[in-house]
């Protein structure tokens, strides 16, 4: 080797390693493309390059030298995936802007870009050395360059994850305010002020939905062109959030009015309400995570808000409760706390209700020392209004028992006292009967009730005669009674369709036949046995359905 060779050789290497000082000094990606281009470029005399680096599955120029913007923008778009040396469309691209060099960047990773060199200023071809040189200057480049990009993406993961950790903080603390106000517009407004402060945006709007309602919480945009436009666009089902691009095709008159994006408030899967924003003050994008975070917050102000309606409704829930309890109360309290005694009848009665008021009346009278009455009538329906016309009826009844009184022409005007006082087409069942309990003779009217079993010596009668239930039309043909004498032993069942109605869990009724085959049997049982074993039949039938009527039950024994 000559000395003018080793000469060479000794620059070659002194220059290789104050340029790998160099780039390493620092992990700018500018720094260090503006570095290797200056020195690949000074190396071989050339006034024109540029470095191009993988970005997003294509190479990207990042640095330039000696070219023009027109000529930059004709750089082709090249695959990363390929050997882009190899690639025609990078051939003519170098011909066409007398690029005379091309080598790629190899990192341990790859591919990682590709460096293009101009002429020399000699006019003279780039050699085998030159190219080798080349190599050697762009794999030492290699290592300082995707140290700087791994930082570059580390800096962007850390900043994206320093914003998410400040937005998670936000939302924590948010939560907690949300969670302290009980009135929308509160609501509304921190929600609002949230996304001033985090977004600056100038337009905004807040709207709720509850059934077929639409709440307009807050607005910035014009309520009423906005209300009709909500109503006409149906943002009931929006279920996902809507880009600026997405609002202006799906929602052009939204759009028009100035809304960029489109966020649903979402409660278990239902769209609740949504938050339309406009622009941005700095004219910024809305970003993916922005989107996320309205989202969270608008999720945790429909929270607040239905947290808020849920208590209210427990709130009055609880006080009709505590009302119908009330209710109750005085509905038990109308009917018999004691059943009177007599010489020679047993009397047993039940009443169960299907909710906590009901519509069944029964009632045992005593009128003088010889004689008592037996009603028993079901309004139909069950709930509040029917115990307040049971609550009539019984009003009725114990007003009526305190004269002389006739049973035909009784039933008679009872029937025209309830025409008169109902209007929504309820109607009332009704039996009552004065029995004597010396002579044990009873006159009974049935107006349209199920039918009271008489049974005697293993057969049963059924006492069937009267006339129209009450409270359909006033009474223009009388009620008829019916006398009976009552001997000993006999039983007469009184009850209203809960019991013959009483279904289990297969759908199947209880039926008259089966209480008439039960009431056969237990005749040689005392009034309150033959009760509570018709009670508990019907119960072991239901098999644990639930009660789908109110439950009447009168036993008469003659004894």
């Known amino acids: 080797m000559t000395e003018t060779s080793n000469l060479k050789l000794k620059r070659n290497l002194t220059s290789l390693v104050e340029f790998s000082h160099a780039i390493n000094s620092s992990f700018d990606l500018e720094f260090i493309l503006n570095n290797v281009l200056l020195t690949c470029l000074g190396k071989f005399l050339s006034i024109k390059g540029l470095i191009a680096l993988s970005e997003d599955g294509k190479y990207v120029i990042k640095n330039s030298k000696g070219l023009s913007n027109s000529t930059i923008d004709k750089f082709p778009v090249l695959p990363d995936d390929h050997d882009p040396l190899s690639n025609n469309k990078l051939k003519n691209f170098m011909e066409s802007s007398n690029l005379s060099a091309a080598e790629k960047i190899v990192s341990s990773d790859g591919d990682i870009g590709i460096v293009c060199l101009g002429e020399k200023l000699n006019k003279t071809d780039y050699t085998e050395d030159d190219l080798e040189f080349l190599k050697t200057i762009l794999n030492i480049s290699a290592t300082a360059i995707q140290n700087s990009i791994r930082i570059n993406q580390l800096q962007s993961v850390n900043r994206e994850l320093d914003s998410r950790i400040q937005r998670l903080s936000s939302l924590f603390e948010l939560s907690k305010e949300f969670g302290l106000f009980a009135e929308s517009s509160k609501v509304a407004k921190l929600l609002v002020f949230s996304l001033l402060g985090q977004f600056l945006v100038s337009k905004f709007a807040i709207i709720t939905f509850e059934d077929d309602e639409i709440?307009?919480?807050?607005?910035?945009?014009?309520?009423?062109?906005?209300?009709?436009?909500?109503?006409?666009?149906?943002?009931?089902?929006?279920?996902?959030?809507?880009?600026?691009?997405?609002?202006?095709?799906?929602?052009?008159?939204?759009?028009?009015?100035?809304?960029?994006?489109?966020?649903?408030?979402?409660?278990?899967?239902?769209?609740?309400?949504?938050?339309?924003?406009?622009?941005?003050?700095?004219?910024?994008?809305?970003?993916?995570?922005?989107?996320?975070?309205?989202?969270?917050?608008?999720?945790?102000?429909?929270?607040?808000?239905?947290?808020?309606?849920?208590?209210?409704?427990?709130?009055?829930?609880?006080?009709?409760?505590?009302?119908?309890?009330?209710?109750?109360?005085?509905?038990?309290?109308?009917?018999?706390?004691?059943?009177?005694?007599?010489?020679?009848?047993?009397?047993?009665?039940?009443?169960?209700?299907?909710?906590?008021?009901g519509g069944d009346y029964y009632d045992v009278i005593n009128l003088d020392g010889n004689r008592f009455c037996t009603a028993i009538a079901d309004v139909s329906g069950k709930g509040a209004p029917a115990s307040l016309l049971m609550a009539n009826i019984q009003a009725f009844l114990q007003v009526i028992c305190r004269d002389g009184f006739n049973l035909e022409q009784s039933t008679g005007l009872i029937n025209d006292l309830i025409s008169a006082n109902t209007s929504d087409g309820r109607f009332i069942t009704f039996f009552w009967s004065v029995i004597n309990d010396h002579t044990r003779e009873m006159t009974y009217v049935n107006a349209g009730h199920n039918p009271p079993l008489l049974i005697r010596n293993g057969e049963i009668t059924k006492l069937k005669k009267g006339g129209i239930i009450l409270g359909v039309m006033e009474t223009t043909i009388p009620y008829i009674s019916e006398k009976i004498q009552l001997q000993k032993d006999d039983v007469i069942i009184l009850f209203t369709d809960g019991i013959s109605e009483a279904m289990n869990t297969r759908g199947e009724e209880y039926s008259d036949e089966k209480l008439e085959k039960k009431a056969i049997s237990l005749t040689g049982y005392p009034a309150k046995e033959i009760l509570t074993k018709i009670k508990s039949d019907v119960s072991v039938f239901s098999e644990g359905a639930p009660q789908s009527d109110d439950i009447t039950l009168v036993v008469i024994k003659a004894i």
């Not at 939204?254 to 700095?282: D, S, Y």
């Not at 109750?328 to 299907?354: D, G, H, T």
Request: negative net charge; aromatic residues 6%; charged residues 30%.
């Open 215 to 357: 709440h307009i919480l807050d607005s910035k945009f014009d309520k009423k062109t906005l209300g009709e436009e909500i109503k006409h666009c149906d943002c009931k089902h929006i279920t996902s959030s809507l880009n600026t691009e997405d609002v202006k095709s799906e929602y052009p008159a939204l759009c028009k009015m100035g809304v960029n994006i489109i966020v649903p408030m979402e409660l278990q899967g239902k769209t609740k309400g949504v938050i339309l924003l406009g622009a941005r003050i700095n004219n910024q994008p809305y970003s993916e995570s922005d989107i996320e975070f309205i989202y969270s917050v608008g999720s945790l102000a429909i929270i607040s808000l239905e947290n808020k309606r849920l208590f209210t409704e427990e709130l009055e829930k609880r006080k009709l409760e505590e009302e119908l309890d009330l209710a109750r109360e005085i509905q038990q309290n109308l009917l018999p706390q004691k059943l009177p005694e007599f010489e020679n009848f047993e009397v047993a009665a039940l009443n169960m209700s299907s909710k906590q008021v």
